[in-house]
């Protein structure tokens, strides 16, 4: 393998790295965010971010140039948001409390 290709795959794994990194660091901010958030004003606020996020990448308009994959993307981002605001409902309880009411969301 040539040199170039070597240093342009260290430079491509250093940035995947710290796009990685800055990611976590942004989820665990908007988490605490959130959290503190939310322990303050209750559970209802987390909801209604959640029902919100969701509702705007529902409206989010797919890539015109490659509508399947756009669609695809919309809805695994739509995936990705529901997974984190339930990291966030368990992290309250929000989950337990609303199963044990009979309630669902």
Request: glycine share 6%; charged share 25%.
């Amino acid at each position: 393998m040539s040199a170039y290709i070597e240093k342009m795959q260290r430079e491509i794994e250093l940035l995947l790295n710290e796009l990685s990194a800055d990611q976590a660091v942004n989820r665990i901010i908007l988490q605490t965010l959130l959290l503190n958030m939310a322990s303050a004003r209750g559970p209802d606020l987390l909801l209604g971010v959640k029902q919100q996020v969701v509702e705007a990448l529902q409206r989010s308009i797919p890539n015109a140039d490659d509508p399947q994959g756009g669609e695809r993307k919309t809805q695994l981002t739509i995936m990705r948001a529901e997974l984190f605001f339930q990291d966030l409902e368990r992290a309250l309880g929000v989950g337990e409390n609303r199963q044990s009411r009979g309630e669902s969301h």
